[in-house]
């Protein structure tokens, strides 16, 4: 193969990895990752050790899909004890870290009664020692947080447990991916590269670059082992040629799930990457990353949750994106890792953090952030932010997965952004519980009862409705709220006729075309067209 300059194949998918399981935002920033490491990984490993033929039950059945139960083989426990004696050695510091975040608000609650703390933390846990401050709140609860900046300095972040998984996909279906580790399988090459590695965004680039083999294999350090395989990832057949859209109007393309594109000839925004593959037989038509522009000025993202923030779309595009919008955190609470260091901690040295109502100017173009309620089970989480796009004139607003429980705030929303014409707003109403996603930041065990009342839910009919009621648009989109075929790998969802979500989105499409609004669920792809409502500014 040498002498000639090769593409990489446009089904090939990066697959980020921690400690070999897929590697979501609650993996990367140290607090968060140690206690997904104990409370997830470790619980799930070890029950798959001590009932494997459970497990292999459970997968099977359709009503466990996303439940913590691995998709892997009876016959393969050895394999997954040696991961398990693996995780644990090498996580030591995190097993430690975890412990020690239980027993710091163990007693926080037993002794931190409203008077003076200096003397608290001479019995703060030793390994957290200078890595956090303990308060009050108003009503004097008692609680810390910590100083995450150094936590990336430190022993606790980890960056060797990170790695890439190179595979070929033929079709869209996946098994759910969360509850299930990555063991060794023929076609799939693993790199012990950390995510900030350069080679990375090398290879990405080679979709629509070609370059030689012996420069990338030289940067990813590949192995004479490994070249045989490696070498199959490449093609030397040119992709299709991407056109740039040139014309006057906005143009929006739906890739699926919350990923929306909005281009005019100037500029392009993109919201909630998650880019499916192209190169086989599909069952849907789709855009994929072959649709993209060669430079995205924005990258918008909603909020924490690993169907919003996909690394497996977002590191390759990582090359092409000029800013990544991301809602401003800083405050150092467990539930709420600060996501401008956490992508600036794996190479993206483009973020900037965005207030509620901040907005961000530039030619013809506005981009404002607003408040985002529901769908975090009633934590104070803040790493979440819903977007006004504004061209020339023309109005999107992207509500993602809000649920309204004040309507009072939407109004004030309204009163400063006014009457918009594209709404887009995802309804999976009914929402897995607290635990499902939030379970290892629990320091305390809840009821069943609480757990089941506090959920993951965005909109049904009335709550949507409330919403266009407020801000009147012309056009109203729900998301296809993964049910998209390259979406149920992450998140685990299969609807039917039946689905309450699937009631809930007919009944609001309905109700907005008889209110004589457009209005539709998208699924797969989809395209338009709208006229600016002032003449565009050089």
């Given amino acids: 193969m040498s002498g000639n300059k090769f593409y990489l194949k446009p089904n090939v998918v990066i697959e980020p990895l921690f400690d070999r399981w897929y590697a979501w935002s609650h993996l990367i920033s140290p607090a968060t990752a140690a206690m997904n490491v104990v409370g997830r990984h470790l619980d799930i490993m070890d029950s798959f050790i001590v009932e494997p033929a459970i497990h292999a039950e459970a997968v099977l059945n359709p009503k466990m899909k996303g439940g913590p139960f691995m998709d ?14 693996k995780t644990v050695q090498q996580q030591s510091k995190a097993l430690q870290f975890s ?8 007693m926080l609650e037993a002794e931190g009664k409203g008077m003076g703390m200096e003397t608290l933390y001479e019995k703060v846990p030793s390994i957290l020692k200078g890595y956090v401050e303990l308060f009050y709140d108003r009503n004097n609860h008692a609680d810390f947080r910590f100083f995450e900046a150094l ?3 430190s022993q606790f972040y980890n960056k060797s447990s ?32 950390p995510f900030d590695h350069t080679g990375i965004d090398e290879l990405a680039k080679m979709k629509r670059n070609p370059q030689d083999l012996e420069y990338i294999k030289t940067l990813l350090g590949i192995s004479p082992a490994q070249e045989a395989l490696f070498n199959t990832f490449f093609t030397t057949t040119p992709p ?14 739906y890739f699926g799930h919350a990923c929306i594109l909005v281009e005019t000839k100037d500029v392009s925004i993109l919201v909630d990457p998650l880019i499916s593959y192209y190169g086989y037989d599909s069952d849907i038509e789709h855009f994929s990353d072959a649709d993209l522009p060669d430079v995205i000025d924005y990258v918008l993202i909603t909020h924490n949750h690993q169907d919003h923030i996909l690394f497996e779309t977002l590191l390759p595009l990582r090359h092409k994106i000029k800013h990544l919008i991301v809602p401003r955190t800083n405050t150092g609470q467990l539930e709420n890792p600060d996501l401008r260091l956490m992508f600036s901690n794996i190479g993206f040295d483009q973020v900037e953090a965005i207030e509620e109502m901040e907005t961000i100017e530039f030619t013809n173009t506005t981009i404002t952030g607003l408040p985002f309620t529901g769908e975090h089970s009633d934590l104070n989480i803040l790493s979440k932010a819903c977007y006004l796009v504004q061209i020339s004139g023309f109005k999107l607003l992207f509500l993602a997965d809000s649920r309204i429980s004040e309507p009072a705030l939407y109004k004030h929303i309204h009163n400063s ?11 999976e109403c009914d929402g897995a519980p607290l635990t499902w996603l939030y379970g290892p930041l629990m320091t305390k065990k809840i009821t069943r009862e609480q757990d089941s009342s506090r959920r993951l839910a965005g909109s049904d009919c ?16 729900v998301y296809a709220m993964g049910m998209e075929p390259w979406l ?40 338009l067209l709208y006229e600016r409502k002032y003449a565009a500014t050089e």
């Fill in 72 to 85: 892997i083989p009876v016959h393969r426990v050895e394999e997954v004890k040696a991961l398990y004696d």
């Fill in 99 to 106: 412990k020690a975040v239980k027993e710091l608000d163990r």
């Fill in 151 to 153: 936590l990336y300095k």
């Fill in 162 to 193: 990170q790695s890439i998984a190179l595979w070929v996909t033929e079709n869209d279906h996946r098994p759910f991916c969360l509850s299930t580790p990555r063991l060794d399988e023929p076609g799939v090459l693993h790199l012990d590269i």
């Fill in 240 to 253: 299709p040629v991407y056109k740039k859209y040139t014309g006057d109007k906005i143009r929006m393309r």
């Fill in 417 to 427: 952004i006014g009457d918009v014409d594209v709404m887009f707003l995802g309804m």
């Fill in 462 to 477: 009335m709550k949507g409705m409330s919403l266009v009621e407020i801000f009147n648009p012309k056009e109203v989109y």
């Fill in 488 to 527: 149920e790998f992450i998140s685990s969802i299969k609807y039917t006729d039946a689905s309450n979500p699937i009631i809930q989105s007919n009944k609001l499409v309905k109700n907005c075309g008889e209110k004589g609004m457009i209005a539709e669920r998208l699924f797969g792809e989809k395209e």
